[in-house]
């Protein structure tokens, strides 16, 4: 079992940036692959990042690409995303998500999912 929690979101308006955070519970954390998806009101749970087990391989939605990084500290049990040059179209709770072994686009391929953080991009 794995439990995580995210942290970080808040207001900000267009242009600016924010930098979410997710923490896991479980000590064996590089044996994860993880994800970050994210949420609008009446919209379907959609892809925004992943990153492989070590770190080695990221993988962008396009509508992020050039904006957001993903990034992990093993050592520190946690994930990361930089989110720069916010959009509104960004707003959205955001999770991140857990599945052993290798990274996937699709949200129903991940076994862990936190609580979520809200994102909300003013213009």
């Known amino acids: 079992q794995v439990q995580l929690v995210e942290s970080g979101g808040g207001l900000v308006q267009a242009g600016g940036s924010l930098r979410l955070s997710c923490v896991a519970s479980?000590?064996?954390?590089?044996?994860?692959?993880l994800g970050w998806f994210r949420q609008a009101p009446g919209k379907e749970r959609e892809f925004v990042a992943s990153i492989s087990r070590n770190g080695g391989s990221t993988n962008y939605a396009d509508s992020v690409k050039g904006r957001f990084t993903i990034s992990r500290d093993n050592a520190e049990n946690s994930v990361y995303l930089q989110m720069n040059i916010l959009k509104p179209v960004d707003t959205a709770v955001y999770y991140c998500a857990a599945r052993i072994l290798s990274v996937s686009t699709t949200p129903r391929d991940y076994t862990y999912w936190g609580q979520g953080t809200q994102v909300t991009v003013s213009s």
């Open positions: 479980r000590a064996t954390f590089s044996a994860y692959a």
